[in-house]
């Protein structure tokens, strides 16, 4: 076991921390949260950039503050124009943990977010680290922030090549020794934009670091090892998808639990058993048959696994309102869309791809 953070030198020195703030004056990048950082926008953008590129996240936040500016307009807007809202980012429990919060603040607290780390803990999808990142961007108190730019930054400035979860809290207690008083917000987005555009991942500007001086994994020249890249077993499956289209309309079905929940999805099948489906499409007891096209594969990536996704469309050549039978319990969750509103039905960003994937000659 390595030794406590705390019983070490400290990270950097005080005048470090001055360049460290001197430093991100001169380039940390402006984003659209940090021009008014109101504990409101702080929220959003905190959740948004939790598993979120911080490029991608300022499309999605400005788009965000213009359907929901408020507390009050999120606690009254409901769960699928939220989903909607949140479609591209991913984790959808989030955005539904948003409104929650939101409904929670307007019934606790008059829509304002509170300024006690305990009460903010009691807001539906706030944890330690967005309480933290609130306590000290929204309302300017000295609480250290702690996420992956930061844990990699201390890492390498130890020259650490494990990492263990004690080693989280020594750091935290670190931190609480160099945030100024003064300007505890800025010194945690310096931190973070620290990590974000010089001390990368895999490409560190080990130059441009104002906090080079304390380096040890930099001094060792061990810089592009520490930390290790993570080895992560990844799972693999292929399902079909079946898109059903009929005048204009598309047979979807709305999930109500697990991964997705409150999406709407196409008919997924396991590879093989489409065959035995798209017989019964082919040669239906009444009609015409449908007829049927293949559309390009996708990939869909989780955390820890990955779905070949293989999309084939049936033009059904007889209008219908009928569910399959074939999709058992989902049927009762499923119903036919227009495809001239599929966009207002949120949907994962792959699944989205797909359906823009039709053939307009197709749609009407």
């Known amino acids: 076991m390595s030794k406590p953070i705390s019983s070490e030198s400290s990270l950097f020195s005080h005048q470090e921390t001055r360049e460290l703030l001197d430093w991100f004056s001169r380039c940390g990048i402006d984003y659209p949260w940090g021009d008014n950082p ?3 926008r702080v929220w ?22 213009d359907l929901f500016p408020d507390v009050e307009s999120l606690a009254a807007a409901d769960e699928q124009s939220v989903l909607k809202a949140w479609e591209g980012l991913g984790y959808y429990s989030r955005a539904r943990n948003l409104r929650k919060g939101a409904v929670y603040l307007m019934e606790q607290h008059g829509g304002n977010l509170p300024d006690e780390y305990r009460q903010l803990l009691k807001v539906p999808g706030i944890g330690d680290y967005t309480a933290r990142a609130l306590l000290s ?3 300017g108190k000295p609480w250290p922030v702690l996420d992956a730019n930061v844990r990699r930054i201390a890492q390498r400035l130890l020259a650490r ?22 300007s505890p917000g800025l010194f945690n987005c310096a931190l973070m934009q620290l990590g974000q555009q010089v001390c990368r991942v895999r490409t560190p500007d080990c ?11 930099r001094e060792r ?45 196409l008919p997924a099948f ?25 559309l390009r594969e996708r990939v869909h990536l989780y955390t820890s696994w990955k779905e070949t996704l293989k999309p084939r469309i049936f033009f059904l050549k007889d209008h219908t309102d009928k569910i399959p039978e074939w999709m058992g319990p989902e049927g009762d ?15 994962a960003s792959v699944y989205r791809k797909i359906l823009e994937d039709i053939p307009s000659l197709f749609l009407s």
């Not at 930390?227 to 499956?237: G, H, N, T, Y």
């Not at 396991?270 to 449908?290: F, K, V, Y």
């Open 137 to 139: 961007l929204a309302f």
């Open 161 to 182: 090549r494990e990492w263990e979860k004690t080693d989280d809290l020594s750091l935290m207690e670190s931190l609480e020794t160099r945030i100024p008083e003064e």
């Open 333 to 347: 969750r499923s119903r036919w869309i227009d495809l001239d509103t599929i966009d207002e039905y949120p949907t």
């Open 38 to 40: 109101t504990p409101y």
């Open 221 to 265: 020249e061990l810089q592009g090892e520490i930390p290790a890249p993570k080895k992560r077993k990844i799972s693999e499956k292929s399902s079909v998808l079946l898109l059903l289209i009929s005048d204009g309309r598309i047979l979807m079905t709305r999930r109500e639990k697990g991964i997705g929940q409150g999406l709407w999805f």
């Open 44 to 65: 959003i953008s905190e959740i948004m950039l939790q598993q979120t590129v911080v490029t991608a996240a300022v499309g999605h936040f400005n788009r965000w503050m």
């Open 270 to 294: 396991p590879e093989g058993r489409e065959e035995e489906l798209s017989g019964e499409l082919m040669h239906p007891e009444h009609g015409e048959a449908a007829d049927s096209m293949i």
């Open 207 to 217: 130059e441009s670091c104002p906090l080079k001086r304390s380096c040890r994994s």
